[in-house]
C-alpha cells in the first residue's frame, strides 16, 4: 500500500525567508502524482503545486516550488520569500496514477510565519 | 465559476443518530470524492462517485455510505453515529476523478460532532 510521510510536525519561518517542508512516500506504482496542498484556519483546503512522476523538471509556481527525487522517493516543497499569509497546514499527498477519487495524505506540516 | 459548496457547516448530533452531509460540486464537474480528518488519524479516503455511481471506497464500516445525483451532487450518510464519528469531512470534486491530472477542489467541509 501507498504511504505518505511528513516527518515536520511543526516549522516556522521568518518573514521574507525561505522554508523547505519534507515529505517521503512509499509506492511500487511508476505512474503517479503528487500534490502539496495548504489549508489555512479556515479550512479550505487549495492546491499549492502537483508534480507528475514521469516529469523530470521539477514543479514551480510562483513562490513555490519542489524538489522531485523519484529514487529517493522525496518530494519536498520551498517556499520562498515567505509571507504572513502562507501560515497554515501543509499536506503533502499522492495519488496513483489509475486511481479513482483518492489522495493519499501525510499528516500535515503546520508552518507558521513570524512578522 | 463557483466552487464546491458543503451544507451544513457545522452540525452537533448524539451517539446513536445517524447524519446526512451534502456536497454541490463545481459545475460540470462529475467526480466527487469524500474525507474525513481527524486528529489523530489526519485525512483519510472515504468514497468516490461518478456518474452516481461508487467508483472507489476507503476503508470504513458499512455505517458510511454515499450517493451522487444525475446532477453530480453529492450526499454521505452516516449511521448509528459514534464519538469517534466527530471530525471535519471534506468533498472534493474534479472532472473525471481518473489519474491525477485531473485536480480534486475542496469545499470547506462539515465539521461533526457527535456527543
Known amino acids: 500500500a501507498q504511504t505518505v510521510t511528513q516527518s515536520q510536525p511543526e516549522m516556522s519561518v521568518q518573514e521574507a525567508e525561505t522554508v523547505t517542508l519534507s515529505c517521503t512516500y512509499d509506492?511500487?506504482?511508476?505512474?503517479?502524482?503528487l500534490f502539496w496542498y495548504k489549508q489555512p484556519p479556515s479550512r479550505q483546503m487549495i492546491l499549492v503545486i502537483r508534480?507528475?512522476?514521469?516529469?523530470?523538471q521539477n514543479a514551480t509556481e510562483n513562490r513555490f516550488s519542489v524538489n522531485f527525487q523519484k529514487a529517493a522517493k522525496s518530494f519536498s516543497l520551498k517556499i520562498s520569500d515567505s509571507q504572513l499569509g502562507d501560515a497554515a497546514m501543509y499536506f503533502c499527498?499522492?495519488?496513483?496514477?489509475?486511481?479513482?477519487?483518492?489522495?493519499?495524505f501525510g499528516k500535515g506540516t503546520k508552518l507558521s510565519v513570524k512578522p | 465559476k463557483a466552487g464546491v459548496t458543503q451544507t451544513p457547516r457545522y452540525l452537533i448530533k448524539t451517539r446513536g443518530q445517524q447524519v446526512t452531509l451534502s456536497c454541490s460540486p463545481i459545475?460540470?464537474?462529475?467526480?466527487v470524492s469524500w474525507y474525513q480528518q481527524t486528529p489523530g488519524q489526519g485525512l483519510q479516503f472515504l468514497f468516490e462517485?461518478?456518474?452516481?455511481?461508487?467508483?472507489n471506497k476507503g476503508n470504513f464500516p458499512g455505517r458510511f455510505s454515499g450517493r451522487q445525483f444525475s446532477n453530480s451532487r453529492s450526499e454521505m450518510n452516516v449511521s448509528t453515529l459514534e464519538l469517534g464519528d466527530s471530525a471535519l469531512y471534506l468533498c472534493?470534486?474534479?472532472?473525471?476523478?481518473?489519474?491525477?491530472?485531473?485536480?480534486?477542489?475542496f469545499g470547506p467541509g462539515t465539521r461533526l460532532t457527535v456527543l
Open positions: 472534493a470534486s474534479s472532472l473525471d476523478g481518473t489519474r491525477g491530472v485531473n485536480e480534486q477542489f
Open positions: 509506492t511500487s506504482e511508476s505512474d503517479y502524482y
Open positions: 508534480q507528475e512522476a514521469y516529469k523530470q
Open positions: 499527498a499522492y495519488t496513483g496514477g489509475g486511481s479513482q477519487g483518492n489522495l493519499i
Open positions: 459545475s460540470g464537474h462529475r467526480s
Open positions: 462517485y461518478f456518474s452516481e455511481t461508487q467508483r
